[in-house]
């Protein structure tokens, strides 16, 4: 295929990938998708093989194809639409619930058009289903398999009911299925226009051809990378019942234009809730591969060809049922992506003082590879019998060669927004205290690292919290001289709270957090100037 034609087609197909997202953004019942767009929307083709993306929720996208490959080896029809969410099954977290829909051109199946968004309440044993303390999937709410949610272009009432009957939020539920539905509806019409002007055999042709164009620059990339073994070790801050430090393990072996990423001697898998489905951990090395990537470079699934990833079943990285698995998705996913990032870093010399940008760090990766920045997604969840708020916070990020971390952003593995105070006070009973900077959190250095945020939150009546953190003991630390950054801090009126915790709150209570500030870089400048 000449590269023009492969670069209209290319863009056409991300667009849809987009327009469906946008789609859902919009139609969506529920703030935490409409508000903090917290979904992702994807094409794959009949392999499923990720084609092309929309720009959303990385620990989302990485970890979708397993759920399209499962669906795949389960006769589809285009016509229908498959739901689930099980850990399990390609799925990654039980709120996080996906939509597959086969997709037809000329009458045969072409390829699908999935959609993963994260339901602020799908049952279990707390208000929205991100319980710290569970300890069986079966505490963290509802599991759906593979099964058909539209038959035939027909809704299966009884499915939709089942599904929305195990919520505290059955409404919300029922409309954002509806939206995810109609997003991938909107997938088949632009897909079918798409062929109508440029043919089905080119079309088809093009979802290879992007495959094997971004497989070639990935590669390229790798190759610029000293071979090598480049070893890390990291730890989680307990599990929700235990507080013990988790340790995680990590050994990136470049070779050639290849990637391997071993987990080998990783913690066993734990009581609590920090453990990773498999696909979780490749979707956190999928991101890292990623973040060393020119802009320019197709995300999909030949993007990621040259990355292996090993692991041990059973382990923290590879949970297998009936493990707890909530907070493994939203911190354990973080921890993965920061590791590999870490013994990225010892490859390419940026933790060095004397590493200075398109000189001893290679061009692709020389702005990419900042100190390490908060590391938590900072999950708040705030409910009660028929509401539930869910949040996940900014922080800072680490500080780079290139210049200061930035302050208040989310880390790479959600990519949310907040939900805007006016949104938060208008459908929940809550009022927002205090939200604002934290100044001075961020790790001196010559670059000093972002600072993080403080929320604080008073509750207008009995509710239940859940605080899933990380980074509360740890600092995130500096690289090249630079100071690490402030740990953050969780409580109760004032009250310490561990790093992940549940507790009941009385109508009055205020639930602050302040999150962690990013590593600086370089040696931070004297007293004297």
Not at 356 to 367: I, L, S, Y
Not at 520 to 526: E, F, L
Request: glycine share 12%.
């Amino acid at each position: 295929m000449d590269p023009v034609t492969l670069a209209v087609l290319s863009s056409a197909v991300g667009g849809i990938a987009e327009e469906m997202g946008t789609l859902l953004v919009r139609s969506a019942y529920s703030s935490n998708i409409k508000e903090r767009r917290d979904c992702s929307a994807a094409l794959f083709d009949t392999e499923a093989r990720m084609v092309a993306q929309a720009a959303h929720v990385p620990v989302h996208l990485g970890a979708m194809y397993e759920s399209v490959r499962v669906v795949a080896e389960r006769d589809p029809v285009p016509g229908d639409v498959w739901v689930l969410n099980d850990p399990f099954s390609g799925g990654n977290h039980l709120p996080d619930v996906t939509l597959i829909s086969p997709l037809a051109l000329d009458g045969e199946l072409a390829g699908y058009a999935a959609t993963r968004a994260h339901h602020s309440d799908m049952g279990g044993m707390r208000p929205g289903s991100m319980p710290a303390d569970s300890t069986e999937i079966f505490a963290e709410g509802l599991i759906i398999p593979p099964i058909r949610l539209i038959r035939g272009g027909e809704w299966q009432a009884d499915v939709l009911d089942l599904i929305c009957a195990n919520s505290r939020t059955p409404e919300l539920r029922r409309g954002d299925l509806r939206a995810q539905a109609a997003a991938g509806g909107l997938a088949a019409a632009r897909l079918t226009e798409l062929a109508r002007r440029h043919g089905t055999p080119v079309v088809l042709e093009s979802f290879a051809e992007v495959l094997r164009y971004g497989e070639r620059r990935s590669r390229a990339a790798i190759a610029e990378l000293p071979d090598g073994v480049y070893r890390v070790s990291s730890e989680l801050e307990g599990d929700g019942v235990d507080d013990r430090d988790i340790e995680l393990r990590v050994a990136v072996t470049i070779a050639g234009d290849s990637m391997t990423v071993d987990f080998t001697g990783t913690s066993p898998a734990v009581r609590g809730n920090v453990n990773c489905p498999r696909a979780v951990t490749r979707s956190a090395c999928c991101f890292a591969l990623r973040v060393l990537l020119p802009e320019d470079v197709p995300t999909g699934d030949g993007t990621y060809a040259p990355l292996s990833v090993v692991t041990e079943p059973g382990s923290l990285v590879d949970a297998r049922r009936p493990s707890a698995v909530v907070a493994g998705n939203v911190e354990t996913s973080q921890r993965i992506a920061d590791t590999v990032l870490a013994a990225l870093r010892l490859a390419v010399g940026a933790g060095s003082a004397a590493a200075e940008p398109a000189t001893a760090v290679p061009p692709a990766v020389a702005p990419l590879l900042p100190a390490p920045g908060q590391g938590t997604m900072n999950n708040l969840v705030i409910g009660g019998a028929t509401w539930t708020y869910y949040e996940t916070l900014g922080g800072g990020q680490g500080a780079s060669a290139r210049g200061p971390g930035p302050s208040g952003v989310h880390v790479g593995m959600t990519n949310t927004l907040n939900t805007p105070i006016e949104a938060l006070e208008l459908e929940y009973p809550m009022r927002v205290e205090r939200y604002e900077l934290a100044d001075g959190t961020g790790g001196r250095g010559r670059h000093p690292g972002g600072s993080g945020l403080v929320r604080s939150l008073r509750v207008l009546e009995p509710a239940t919290l859940s605080v899933l953190t990380d980074r509360r003991r740890h600092p995130p630390g500096g690289i090249a001289g630079g100071e690490p950054g402030l740990v953050g801090h969780n409580d109760v009126d004032g009250v310490p709270l561990p790093p992940k915790a549940s507790r009941q709150l009385p109508a009055g209570a205020v639930v602050t957090l302040r999150t962690p500030g990013g590593g600086g870089w370089g040696p931070p400048p004297s007293p004297d100037g």
